[in-house]
């Protein structure tokens, strides 16, 4: 698990919704037991990595949801959104001066 990415993640209770920077993701699910602790879509064994890959190798929406079934279009807009919010929360080193 990257700290970075889920040291602003809240989880209370039974609530599983993730939170990065103040938004909170309603179909973002983080589970320690589950897929190694990876943000994944809905409680589902299908991480977040995994559909944000495939819109980078251009597959449509409609082809991602022919490979992963379970998926919703909203499921596939909110990893990338969720996806989004975890780069702007990394910290990048400043180039030192030559």
Partial sequence: MTRSLHAASQVTGEDRRRTL???TF???TLEAGKMGGQPCIRGMRIPVTTVVAM???GMT???IRADLPDLELEDI???LRYAAEALRERQL???QPA
């Fill in 93 to 95: 080193p400043l180039r």
């Fill in 26 to 28: 309603e179909r973002i």
């Fill in 77 to 79: 807009a909110e990893a």
């Fill in 21 to 23: 920077r103040g938004v």
């Fill in 61 to 63: 929406p409609e082809e």
């Fill in 55 to 57: 819109v980078a190798d």
